[in-house]
């Protein structure tokens, strides 16, 4: 079984900056693209970032020059670097990735816990 397990978000004011990290665990040989996405209360999941295997980089327009995805491949881990945050950027934040678990299988979508991201005005 393949874990995700999220860290790095909390309460930040207006302007300021937090970093998300989110790590997997388990039985894989490979991770094709990883991504983050986010949930504001009443509102649907939406993409805030992803990033391919070749490094190849997609941002939400709402984010674009305030976020930065990057990712590990040797820790099979992928952050958001959060910047100039504003209270519109509050939400829960999910990361996901696109997993292969053997050389032989398709890929799977797996999902973090989520964590809370609260940006004070």
């Known amino acids: 079984q393949v874990q995700l397990v999220e860290s790095g978000g909390g309460l930040v004011q207006a302007g300021g900056s937090l970093r998300l990290s989110c790590a997997a665990s388990?039985?894989?040989?490979?991770?094709?693209?990883m991504g983050w996405y986010r949930q504001a209360p009443g509102k649907q999941r939406e993409l805030v970032a992803v990033i391919t295997s070749g490094g190849s980089t997609n941002y939400a327009d709402s984010v674009k020059g305030r976020f930065t995805i990057s990712r590990d491949n040797a820790k099979n881990a992928v952050y958001l670097q959060m910047n100039s945050l504003k209270p519109e950027d509050t939400a829960v934040y999910y990361c996901?990735?696109?997993?292969?678990?053997?050389?032989?299988?398709?890929?799977?979508?797996?999902w973090g816990q989520g964590t809370q991201v609260t940006v004070s005005s």
């Open positions: 388990g039985s894989l040989v490979s991770i094709n693209a």
């Open positions: 996901n990735m696109d997993v292969r678990r053997s050389w032989i299988s398709k890929t799977y979508d797996y």
